[in-house]
């Protein structure tokens, strides 16, 4: 039995995934079963790093989303649209779909899913989160009989590294984005990455699979990594704890109905804990549920190659569902996604942490006093208060508090930065 | 649609596997479908932890796996017999069959599968290995893209528990089995655990699913930490390891015909490595493949939530299969298995590896010369020699050397064990 591939983009990923399916020698057998019936791409005359019969090439693209002998569409032109045009004209012509594309799935997810559902078509996704980890299908797979707690995610390769470059060689957030940058880690516009929205988006699709219902991508409130300095990440270190950018789902507990908290930002990992140790552009993510306690998922996030793996793995996962099944009735509802109703997101204000902040402060007498009286007036106990030393004529404390409801702290927050002595708050980083 | 099940065993995971079918608010949908038909125990008189009607309770297992009602039988009596019968008599009956029975799986795996490949039906053991940690499902249906080099793994939580705590507290081997046995992490004849029996029979496993062939049982080497010493423990950490047992499947390169390697023993990981950090009774698999790279799966080896949680996903894979299609005429080739010949194992004397050895000799001028020769002669070369100090009259040598053939490091051994001046060798260790 042949089963055929259309493959929409010959960029990194799709040459690696190309690549893996003309060379199945040494892999699972079921992959010479595969072949590459066309491939859409930007331009025929661009030179590749991969050897493909021109002949296969097009340019038209919903040709190939249209053509009665492909079984499966894998889509890795990225981008809202066209891709999103594409996967749906794909499912409306009974093609399954593979795709890497986080953004389009972040926002289009409960479209696509209801289009493939009537179509009777898989629409599968494990290389949009993670790379070559494993985690959408786990999820989906390996999982169900928990209730999910938490999903804490290092999503993002580009964010990562430059964390880690931060904190081990004690530069500045500016002088590791040009590196990363030279070194093709970042893009030459790097706002998704480091603005925590690449993290956002990949979030939105883990809860989604994880808490059974559509998540709109714009309840993810997200905060990036800009504005870590060095003096942060050392201050870190001095508490024991390390700077990561995470993607956070939380279900509320005992919330009725249930309601979720959505968030990416930079946060104080203690150094004990297994996220601590991710270091430069892996990924790893954290699934917690009853009964199963804690696993960690760890690996590359992002390349060619890896992604590659992810993108083969959900072809294998339909063909091998074809070869026992072709003219199924019904979709497999573990391989299938039906999120019924909308997730309901709790406020940030009503996100329980807690806060590590550095004020810098006019060196008078009483100004430690005055921090805590206003916290105290919000109801944001202090774990510790540490003037740490001078910038200038300013002195820096470091406050760090007990787990508080992030309104209350926004409130203290404003109440101090109408102080006097109060000249900038230049951190406010969640703990977790 | 309801599905069937039969439980075979009440134990810790029975009642654990139990307890989630019994409650499925708040899981995956698909469980609301699943109904625990009949339970075989030992005794009907027995308390237990978790109500059940009394009439689905019975002692007849063999009336179980012939049930007629039944769609999936859940193997969780543990032992080779009777569960290896009942298997094969669930399979020869039409059942489907979910096993958390390693030590059937790696003795018997050819046989059962053949028989459940002849009947149609799946047999999926996720909860083998690694308890609530995804890894068999992965390794079938998530990275079968790759050609796999590596699985390393600590798939022992028990005598991961015990080198954690002599590690962590400088306590010697059998004070911290007694401390294990009586918190329950350890057994009272703790032979399987600490002799590496039960990580033999979980690696080769998964190297028959990595590898696509049979494994013979006997074929992996296998050393356990019986003799680990506090005083190793100690040199690891000066010299910057830790000591962990692991269980290990590589893959030679260039070998023709495919070779592998298959041995568990415990091992110097550097400090550095992710294996390194994983502490107590967790459990920790690494997969190295191209082109994925590296992926480490983490999480609690053993337990009645976790390796519940991996019996009730198989269960919930295969009601899957058959809610979109109950008659179908082939197998799903991801979820099933078909190995075909027994792979090729390389003897251990053929490995490539670094050694950690401890020597206790004689002071007097020249052992180090005398040592340093017989390496030499047998083209073992070392990385360093260092005398650390004195046990009562002899002086303690730490030999760490470079990667060699373990063959020509074993006959070095042999005649450094002649010399005069060497009294004893108290510890030979594998360095990753």
Known sequence: M???????????????????????????????DITIEQVGVKSLDKKRSIELPTEILTTDLEAIVT?????IVVELIGGLEPARSLILKAIEHGKHVVTANKAVMARFAPEIYEAANKAKVYVLLEAAV???????????????ANRFENIIGIVNGTTNYILT????????????????QALGYAEADPTADVGG???????????????????????VYCEGITKITSSDISYAEKL????????????????????LQLRVHPTFV?????LANINGVNNAILVEGQPLGQVMFYGPGAGSGPTASAVVADIMNIVGVLYSNNKAEKLDPLLSCSPQNYC???????????????????????????????????DVSLESVVQIGFQGELAEIVVVTHKVREGNFRSAIEEIQSLNAIKNIPSIIRVL
């Open 344 to 378: 309901l997101v709790s406020p940030i204000e009503d996100v329980y942490t807690r806060f590590y902040t550095r004020f810098l402060c006019a060196d008078v007498p009483g100004v430690i006093g005055h921090l805590g009286m206003a916290f105290g007036e919000h």
């Open 197 to 219: 929205l690449d993290a956002a988006d990949k979030i939105s699709i883990l809860a989604s699979l994880a808490f059974g219902g559509k998540v709109k991508r714009e309840d």
């Open 2 to 32: 042949a089963f055929k591939i259309g493959l929409l983009g010959l960029g990194t990923v799709g040459a690696g995934t190309a690549e893996i399916l003309l060379n199945p020698e040494g892999r699972h057998p079921l992959l010479q």
């Open 270 to 274: 203690p150094k004990s804990h297994p």
């Open 130 to 144: 993670g790379g070559g980890i494993p985690i959408v299908e786990p999820l989906k797979q390996s999982l169900g």
């Open 240 to 259: 024991g704890f390390v700077i990561k950018l995470l993607a956070i789902a939380h279900k509320l507990p005992q919330s009725e109905p249930e309601k």
């Open 165 to 180: 470059q931060m904190t081990q060689n004690g530069v500045d957030f500016e002088e590791v984005l040009k590196e990363a």
């Open 67 to 71: 053509n009665p002998d492909i079984d």
